[in-house]
């Protein structure tokens, strides 16, 4: 019977890296903590900005809320994502005997936010380009 993929046990049990290698690994967890900060942050503020569109008082402020709020929800899954990433990347360098299994469990969340960065981008684009579309033919459609 098979094993799953990520139930097998690692080949590379009791593998160590060495300190040069551990200090780009730690540089590396460091930074994307600190970039998963910075995008809950982002996140956050999002999510205020949000709250804030409530108190306009215009039915235009419901609408901004709704959107901003589920706008929000792009930088705060990317941002657990990297602080996910970051801390792996720390039990790398911080533990001993388990360094490929840490490894590839920082790759995941990696993998998983910069997924979530090109489907918003994506997302993103073809708003733009909806938007420059209907720049174009409303006026042409209201004349």
Do not use: C
């Not at 809320?65 to 990433?85: D, E, K, M, Q, T």
């Amino acid at each position: 019977m098979d094993t799953p993929p990520d139930q097998e046990p690692s080949l590379a049990t009791g593998y160590e890296f060495t300190s040069a290698q551990d200090l780009i690994i730690r540089t590396t967890g460091s930074r994307a903590r600190t970039w998963g900060i910075l995008t809950l942050i982002g996140g956050g503020l999002t999510a205020l900005t949000g709250v804030l569109a409530l108190f306009t008082g215009e039915d235009f402020g419901v609408a901004a809320a709704i959107i901003y709020s589920v706008l929000a929800l792009i930088p705060l899954f990317v941002g657990l994502n990297f602080l996910r990433a970051g801390q792996a990347l720390d039990a790398v360098v911080t533990t001993k005997g388990s360094d490929i299994d840490h490894l590839m469990g920082s790759m995941g969340s990696l993998g998983k936010a910069l997924f979530i960065q090109i489907v918003s981008a994506i997302i993103w684009f073809a708003l733009v380009v909806l938007g420059i579309v209907a720049s174009i033919a409303i006026p042409e459609v209201g004349s």
